[in-house]
């Protein structure tokens, strides 16, 4: 997406406003939009990619971006990513016709000039959504010149299993898992409670908010992977090498083990807590020399939540 | 109030049964053997459903607590009466089941580990689970088995479900419900009160079951283990 640095006056017929008129139009247009009343919507699945990239920047580089829906003062307003840096804006419209319009109020090409107007002390970008790329393209083409830094991006209409299946979202998802390659239960899982914690904040969120409630077993650690690595200790490492049919990782700082290439299994907890260091404690003390038995069912009580 | 009904499935045999696993002065023995009965029963309705073919094979999906009772009887019936059908075994502990922030639509159950033997991209996909009600096991399990296989055929095999299971898993799966063929034994129209499967087979709760390592996973696991050892 273009930085918009400057906004110019449009060549369209814009509607001109006084002030006191227009934020009457804004509360207006702020009753309608996202509405989490009858469950999860376009907008929301939409927030869930965002959210899921977000959390990654988040972990990987420690900024932790707030997320907003119906923004007091935002004429582009479905979902706005606002970070110490920049300010993405969203404007989601999940229709079959979608025009940009002559610039009279409540048209999209009003509301991204309105949008472009206000005097920001960030990088903004903004965005129209569609559920199409032939729809996207066609509104590409025809945007107005006053709109050339705006883009437009297609984003598929479909319920979140969907949306994960056929690979739409899956890779922002997987970014944030407990594993580098997380089976499907577990991306849907992530993104159910993604989607619960966002419809539960309201949709106005900070991402480490978002990331706080019921999500810990299945996400990864905020510390870097060989820093977990470090944790093992050498003798159990040992211990663990010599097991029969028994093999281990460090992944995204957890603890993962497949025994028999049958039965897997990982830490409900991460490499750098307490409860790991216990795990290593009884391997040293009992020094299994097979998975089944007292070990494996010490691993299913670890594995626990 | 709930109103059960029985299936064309359930001979007599199979409504004592039911009867019984709901009655609790059942003691965990009789329960479990009971479990193991209505396993077998309905190994017999799945052997004469799946379709003859060569090379044909299955997966059957089970929970820990099922999987020496209701999935070994199940097995022990398919695998007699139908010799031709290759059986693999998938067990899933899971964690109960939530409604995240009491949305019924982000219902979360984590699995916690997998038995899985190897299994063939189309091989049927049998699901089974002693009472089926809210359903969120059973999604859950058949989503982690549907990220590695293409099943042209689930089978969502339980003595007992929820009349509204069906609707429930319709709403999670989308389209993929086309493939499911639902085999019970009987339906409740509301959720028994006052039954904990987990106790009336012998745990104490949830946390115990999930620590077990059932038979039928050490022995077939172990074969597997010796038999790639020796070829």
């Known amino acids: ?305 | 109030m709930n109103i059960r009904s029985f299936t064309a499935n359930a001979d007599n045999r199979s409504r004592e049964l039911i009867a019984a696993i709901f009655n609790p002065k059942t003691s965990t023995d009789a329960y479990r053997k009971a479990m193991y009965q209505l396993g077998q029963r309905l190994g017999l309705v799945l052997a004469s459903k799946i379709p003859q073919g060569k090379n044909n094979e299955c997966c059957v999906a089970c929970t820990v607590e099922d999987a020496d009772y209701l999935a070994a009887g199940f097995i022990e019936a398919l695998e007699q009466s139908r010799q031709d059908l290759a059986i693999h075994l998938a067990c899933f502990w899971n964690e109960p089941s939530f409604d995240a922030h009491d949305m019924k639509e982000f219902d979360v159950s984590r699995i916690i580990k997998t038995y899985k033997e190897p299994t063939g991209d189309k091989s049927y996909l049998i699901v089974l689970k002693s009472i089926i009600s809210g359903g969120c096991v059973v999604a859950t399990n058949i989503t982690h088995l549907i990220g590695t296989m293409n099943p042209e055929k689930i089978y969502i095999v339980a003595p007992l479900m929820l009349s509204d299971s069906p609707k429930r898993l319709r709403k999670h799966f989308g389209q993929l419900v086309r493939r499911f063929d639902y085999i019970n034994l009987a339906t409740d129209s509301e959720r028994a009160r006052g039954v904990n499967v987990y106790q009336s087979y012998g745990w104490q709760d949830a946390d115990d079951k999930n620590v077990a390592v059932p038979k039928i996973v050490e022995l077939r696991r172990e074969r597997l283990i010796g038999g790639s050892a020796t070829s």
């Open chain 1, 1 to 305: 997406m273009a930085k918009i640095r400057k906004t110019k006056r449009s060549s369209f017929a814009f509607q001109t406003f006084t002030a006191t008129q227009l934020l009457v139009y804004l509360s207006h247009k702020q009753t309608g939009g996202a509405s989490f009343a009858k469950g999860y919507n376009y907008e929301a699945t939409f927030a869930l990619k965002n959210i899921a990239e977000a959390a990654d920047v988040y972990f990987e580089l420690g900024i932790d971006a707030d997320f907003k829906t119906q923004c007091p003062g935002y004429f582009v307003d479905d979902l706005v990513i606002e970070t110490p840096n920049t300010i993405n804006c969203f404007q989601l419209k999940n229709k079959k016709f979608i025009q940009w319009g002559r610039g009279r109020k409540g048209s999209l090409a009003f509301d991204f000039a309105y949008q472009l107007r206000q005097p920001q002390s960030k990088l903004v970008d903004l965005c129209l959504v569609v559920p199409s790329v032939k729809v996207a393209r066609r509104l590409a083409q025809k945007k107005p010149i006053t709109l050339s830094s705006c883009s437009v991006l297609a984003f598929p209409a479909k319920n979140f299993v969907d949306l994960i299946k056929d690979g739409d979202i899956s890779d922002s998802l997987s970014k944030i898992a407990n594993s580098s390659n997380p089976p499907f239960d577990r991306l849907v899982q992530i993104a159910k409670l993604l989607l619960a914690n966002w419809m539960f904040c309201g949709g106005n969120s900070k991402i480490s908010s978002l990331l706080s409630v019921d999500l810990q077993p299945f996400i990864r650690s905020s510390q870097p992977n060989h820093n977990a690595l470090s944790r093992l200790r050498p003798k159990v490492a040992g211990i663990l090498s010599g097991l029969p049919h028994f093999k281990y990782s460090i992944d995204r700082g957890f603890f993962h083990c497949v025994y028999g290439g049958t039965t897997y299994q990982s830490l409900a907890f991460d490499c750098f807590s307490s409860e790991f260091d216990t795990v290593q404690d009884w391997i040293e003390q009992n020094a299994p020399s097979q998975f089944p038995g007292d070990f494996e069912r010490m691993m299913n009580t670890w594995s626990k939540g």
